[in-house]
């Protein structure tokens, strides 16, 4: 059974502080993603990596593939209330030579106190 | 654009009942899927299809059906209703499936379900 852990579940900090959470397999994922979810939403697509070692930033958001492209973190300065949320990451691993799967991990809980 | 739509929003079932939580997408997107995701967990993939006329099972299929008659909807059929049914569903579409890059879903807001 391939499973993606996610640490921490849950995460609460202050406003201007920075954070770091983590994902992590024993799989090897061709891709892997980043999604945030809002409260009866969606997720929503923030980042794709596809090498290992990549790193990707998006505004205050810095996501960073492991280099055997097992796990991934991301990285976020200055918390904003905005960036409240449910983070979800997804990897994409190969089943046969031609069809592959995505796993989702169960998700970190970000809240950013004013 | 509208993007991915599903309805109804909330439902309450009994056990037993049957009901279909419809998905539409325009998009013009091949590929859909169904998940659900359980309180603190990840989601779950119960079925997808990769074009009109295909679909196939994912993780956790089980008491659910789908099918998939036109490119825009992907409606999914509970037939006997039971409590570990209960969850919240998404439905998501993509243009491809399997690209190195990694292939962006969009997803539905979810529907809201609960057996009792």
């Known amino acids: 059974t391939q499973l993606l852990e996610q640490s921490p579940q849950f995460l609460s900090i202050q406003e201007g502080e920075n954070l770091t959470v983590y994902c992590n397999s024993s799989s090897v994922f061709s891709s892997l993603q980043w999604y945030r979810q809002e409260p009866g939403e969606g997720p929503v697509l923030l980042v794709t990596?596809?090498?290992?070692?990549e790193v990707k930033k998006l505004k205050r958001l810095t996501f960073q593939f492991g280099d055997a492209r097992k796990d991934s973190s991301l990285h976020i300065t200055a918390a904003q209330p905005g960036d409240t949320g449910l983070y979800l990451c997804?990897?994409?691993?190969?089943?046969?030579?031609?069809?592959?799967?995505?796993?989702f991990g169960s998700g970190t809980r970000l809240s950013i106190r004013p | 654009n509208a993007g991915v739509t599903q309805t109804p929003k909330f439902r309450i079932l009994k056990i037993g009942q049957s009901m279909t939580l419809q998905c539409t997408q325009d998009?013009?997107?091949?590929?859909m899927y169904w998940y659900r995701q359980d309180p603190g967990m990840g989601l779950k993939l119960i079925y997808y299809s990769v074009g009109a006329g295909i679909t196939d099972k994912g993780e956790v299929p089980n008491g659910y059906n789908v099918s998939r008659s036109t490119t825009e909807d992907f409606p999914l059929r509970l037939e006997l209703a039971a409590p570990s049914q209960t969850s919240v569903y998404f439905c998501?579409?993509?243009?491809?499936?399997?690209?190195?890059?990694?292939?962006?879903?969009?997803f539905g807001a979810g529907t809201r379900l609960s057996v009792l």
């Open positions: 998501a579409s993509s243009y491809s499936h399997d690209t190195g890059a990694g292939d962006i879903q969009y």
């Open positions: 997804a990897g994409r691993v190969r089943v046969t030579s031609s069809a592959s799967k995505i796993i």
């Open positions: 998009m013009n997107h091949n590929y």
């Open positions: 990596v596809v090498t290992g070692g």
